[in-house]
Structures are given as structure tokens and as C-alpha cells.
């Protein structure tokens, strides 16, 4: 049973640039939520998808938005890149919208350069 | 809102017991998550308590007292490899995040 994965590991960028982070969820999960952490900081909602909808968004930018398509896989996108933007971006996925428990994918280290 | 607050570093040695506390304001409470963070590793999760009392799983134990809106994870018999980083959770649609602890064991 494959837990959650996530790609690329580690990807390098530059200011203003687009970047395309992919999550697949854990077998038998339907939700995915995207985290942003940085660095010794605890990680940060940025939104959770269910049914193919946003159904939760945290205090991000427009610039961050996501997909989730039919087999429960999703893509986070980050537009206009900015230094700040460089952080370890989590998946996590649960079944059901609420739930005590996620799973995290070993995440994507993005460096903004 | 929601917001957790954990204290920022804990220091123990092997074979002690340490007690993390998390503190809560939230509305529309679940219940209190507790995750594990190794550097450079992704949360791992440990234990999850809906109604108030005491949750024992090994030598992890986490406590949640809904009328005072705090929780705390216990770590028994300390080993070198629970040096990590720990974060309360509010398990909501959200599932917002402490900032998380530092726990380092010394030998």
C-alpha cells in the first residue's frame, strides 16, 4: 500500500517564474490538503481539496491555486514566484473532509532563487 | 480563528519523561493531534484525542482537557531518536498546526 508521494523532491526557481508541485494520496483517500512550512516553523494551510473543489482555502494569494482530478491526485501551482515563496510544501491526505488523522508525503523542497 | 501555542524548545535527557504542552483558541473544536517531525522528514502522526482524558499509545501518551482548552503529549523512557520536533493539531477542516516544539535528548 502506497502512502502518500509527492514530486519533484527538490526543485529550484527563480523570481517570477511558475511552478507546478504534484501530490498523489495515500490508497483509498479522497482529500488532499497542500501545507507550506518554513523553515523551523510548524506547516501552514494553504488548501484542501475534495471532490474535484477547493473546499478550504488558508490565507494565501491568489498567486497559489490547485487541482484535483478524478483518480484524487492534485497539483499545487505557485505563479509570480517570490523569494519568500521557498519553503518545504506538504501533502496530506485523509478520507472524508474531516478526519483526525493525514498522512504526509515526504514533500518538495522549492528554492526560489 | 484558530490558533495553537506550544512552547518552542524542550530539553531532556535519555530515559527521562517530558511533557509537551499545547494550548488552544479555536472555534468549532475537534479534538487535538499530535504529530512528530524528524529534520528534514515530513509529520508523522502519533496520537489524536476527541473527549478529554488520557490517550496511551506505547511510550507516547496525550492528554486533552476541553474545559480549559489545553492538551499535552507525554514522552516516556526518552531515547536519542525522539529528538524531533513536535506540533499540536486542531484536526478541523483546516487542520491547523502549533508551531510546533524542539525536543532534544541528550545523552
Known amino acids: 500500500d502506497a502512502g502518500v508521494t509527492q514530486s519533484p523532491t527538490h526543485l529550484i526557481k527563480t523570481r517570477g517564474q511558475q511552478v507546478t508541485l504534484r501530490c498523489s494520496p495515500k490508497?483509498?483517500?479522497?482529500?488532499v490538503s497542500w501545507y507550506q512550512q518554513a523553515l523551523g516553523q510548524g506547516p501552514q494551510f494553504i488548501f484542501q481539496?475534495?471532490?474535484?473543489?477547493?473546499?478550504q482555502r488558508g490565507n494565501f494569494p491568489d498567486r497559489f491555486s490547485g487541482h484535483q482530478f478524478p483518480n484524487y491526485s492534485s497539483e499545487l501551482n505557485v505563479n509570480a514566484l517570490l523569494l519568500g515563496d521557498s519553503a518545504l510544501y506538504l501533502c496530506?491526505?485523509?478520507?472524508?473532509?474531516?478526519?483526525?488523522?493525514?498522512?504526509f508525503g515526504p514533500g518538495t523542497r522549492l528554492t526560489v532563487l | 480563528g484558530q490558533s495553537l501555542e506550544q512552547p518552542s524548545e524542550v530539553t531532556a535527557v535519555e530515559g527521562a519523561i517530558v511533557q509537551i504542552n499545547c494550548t488552544y483558541q479555536?472555534?468549532?473544536?475537534?479534538?487535538l493531534s499530535w504529530y512528530q517531525q524528524h529534520d528534514g522528514g515530513a509529520p508523522t502522526f502519533l496520537s489524536y484525542?476527541?473527549?478529554?482524558g488520557l490517550e496511551e499509545t506505547g511510550r507516547f501518551s496525550s492528554f486533552l482537557s476541553r474545559s480549559d482548552s489545553y492538551g499535552y503529549l507525554l514522552l516516556q523512557e526518552l531515547q536519542m531518536k525522539d529528538s524531533a520536533s513536535y506540533f499540536c493539531?486542531?484536526?478541523?477542516?483546516?487542520?491547523?498546526f502549533g508551531p510546533g516544539t524542539r525536543l532534544s535528548v541528550l545523552p
Open positions: 496530506a491526505s485523509r478520507w472524508g473532509t474531516y478526519g483526525d488523522t493525514q498522512y
Open positions: 490508497s483509498g483517500h479522497d482529500t
Open positions: 481539496y475534495y471532490e474535484e473543489e477547493e473546499r
Open positions: 479555536t472555534s468549532g473544536f475537534y479534538g
Open positions: 484525542n476527541a473527549l478529554d
Open positions: 493539531a486542531e484536526p478541523g477542516q483546516n487542520f491547523v
